[in-house]
């Protein structure tokens, strides 16, 4: 079909608007700019596209990109569960990430590359993304999505064990059972961590690949430690190998969402003790706890 491109514009900017106000997000304009900016239509692949429901994956009955600007996931790879997932979303967990202008970041699980565009433009000139996917076929659409954005590098790899040079923020697009050594040693002072932690659920497939429990966190190395909060429950494909729990993690991981509370977590303790009773979950060599760091 032919595509107006004015019209797109009108609803890219509308699109953005609407995003940020049901997200809470009262004043952004690099973020608001940046859902304006973004064709996500050339990311979600060509028509016809299918959509999340509760049932499943279904057809969307319309190859008009301007049904592209709405709260929902396009599949990207629906017999695995991997999907471009909710605007509202990204919105809330972009925004906790706090101002990005000339920083250094790097986007765990970039897929086909929307999320890495939109943080592209939230960087800016000055500043980088690393991309990271391992996914063979997927790299291979981002890397033709973002072959105009200079300031993004687009690399095949494990996110988990990938070496690279300190960060300012890193953006993680898939639950893990706990956060990789490599992320928390490259947050440079300030930095930010945004992640989902979970567990797995329901087999992947075309049910959607979801987890059991789970939902967001935020950790920034503080001068005393790392600072930690919850962002709200969120549902990703998870991850396998070293990023996946041990069976004793996985049942007491289970039973902190189970008992709730984790909206109170303030502070992430890595490598060090935990404080059994000020903690709504402690891992193996890391926990997280209701005091301030440092406390």
Same mark, same amino acid.
């Given at each position: 079909?032919?595509? %107006?491109?004015?019209?797109?514009?009108?609803?890219?900017? =509308?699109?953005?608007?609407?995003? #940020?106000?049901?997200?809470?997000?009262?004043?952004?304009?690099?973020?608001?700019? /940046?859902?304006?900016?973004?064709?996500?239509? @050339?990311? $979600?692949?060509?028509?016809?596209?299918? $959509?999340?429901?509760?049932?499943?994956?279904?057809?969307? /009955?319309? %190859?008009?990109?301007?049904?592209?600007?709405?709260?929902?996931?396009?599949?990207?790879?629906?017999?695995?569960?991997?999907?471009? !997932? @909710?605007?509202?979303?990204?919105?809330?967990?972009?925004?906790?990430?706090?101002?990005?202008?000339?920083?250094?970041?790097?986007? $765990?699980? =970039?897929?086909?590359?929307?999320?890495? =565009?939109?943080?592209?433009?939230?960087?800016?000139?000055? &500043?980088?993304?690393?991309?990271?996917?391992?996914?063979?076929?997927?790299?291979?659409?981002?890397?033709?999505?973002?072959?105009?954005?200079?300031?993004?590098?687009?690399?095949?790899?494990? *996110?988990?064990?990938?070496?690279?040079?300190?960060?300012? /923020?890193?953006?993680?697009?898939?639950?893990?059972?706990?956060?990789?050594?490599?992320?928390? %040693?490259? +947050?440079?002072? &300030?930095?930010?961590?945004?992640?989902?932690?979970?567990?797995? *659920?329901?087999?992947? *497939?075309?049910? !959607?690949?979801?987890?059991? %429990?789970? !939902?967001?966190?935020?950790?920034?190395?503080?001068?005393?430690?790392?600072?930690?909060?919850? +962002? !709200?429950?969120?549902?990703?494909?998870?991850?396998?190998?070293?990023?996946?729990?041990?069976?004793?993690?996985? +049942?007491? #991981?289970? =039973? /902190?969402?189970?008992? *709730?509370?984790?909206?109170?977590?303030?502070?992430?303790?890595?490598?060090?003790?935990?404080?059994?009773?000020? @903690?709504?979950?402690?891992?193996?060599?890391?926990?997280?706890?209701?005091?301030?760091?440092?406390?």
């Amino acid at each position: 079909m032919v595509v %107006d491109a004015d019209r797109l514009g009108i609803v890219r900017q =509308a699109f953005a608007q609407q995003i #940020l106000a049901v997200a809470g997000v009262a004043n952004n304009p690099a973020l608001e700019a /940046a859902f304006a900016s973004v064709p996500r239509e @050339s990311f $979600i692949g060509p028509p016809p596209w299918q $959509i999340v429901t509760r049932q499943g994956y279904r057809t969307l /009955a319309s %190859d008009d990109p301007v049904v592209a600007y709405q709260d929902i996931n396009f599949a990207l790879s629906p017999g695995r569960g991997v999907n471009n !997932g @909710s605007p509202l979303l990204h919105a809330i967990w972009l925004h906790a990430l706090g101002p990005l202008a000339g920083a250094r970041v790097a986007h $765990i699980g =970039a897929g086909t590359g929307y999320y890495t =565009a939109i943080l592209s433009h939230l960087v800016g000139e000055r &500043g980088q993304v690393l991309a990271v996917e391992h996914d063979s076929e997927l790299v291979e659409r981002a890397e033709r999505n973002l072959a105009g954005y200079e300031n993004v590098a687009l690399v095949e790899a494990d *996110g988990a064990t990938l070496d690279f040079e300190p960060v300012d /923020a890193i953006y993680v697009n898939f639950a893990v059972g706990l956060p990789a050594d490599r992320w928390i %040693d490259a +947050l440079r002072p &300030g930095g930010r961590l945004i992640f989902p932690l979970g567990q797995p *659920g329901r087999r992947r *497939g075309t049910s !959607g690949g979801r987890h059991a %429990d789970g !939902g967001v966190f935020r950790i920034e190395r503080v001068a005393n430690g790392f600072a930690a909060a919850w +962002l !709200g429950p969120a549902f990703f494909v998870c991850a396998d190998g070293l990023l996946s729990p041990s069976q004793t993690d996985r +049942l007491a #991981l289970h =039973a /902190a969402f189970e008992a *709730g509370g984790m909206e109170f977590v303030r502070c992430l303790r890595w490598r060090e003790p935990a404080v059994a009773d000020r @903690s709504w979950f402690i891992g193996t060599g890391w926990s997280l706890g209701y005091d301030a760091p440092g406390d």
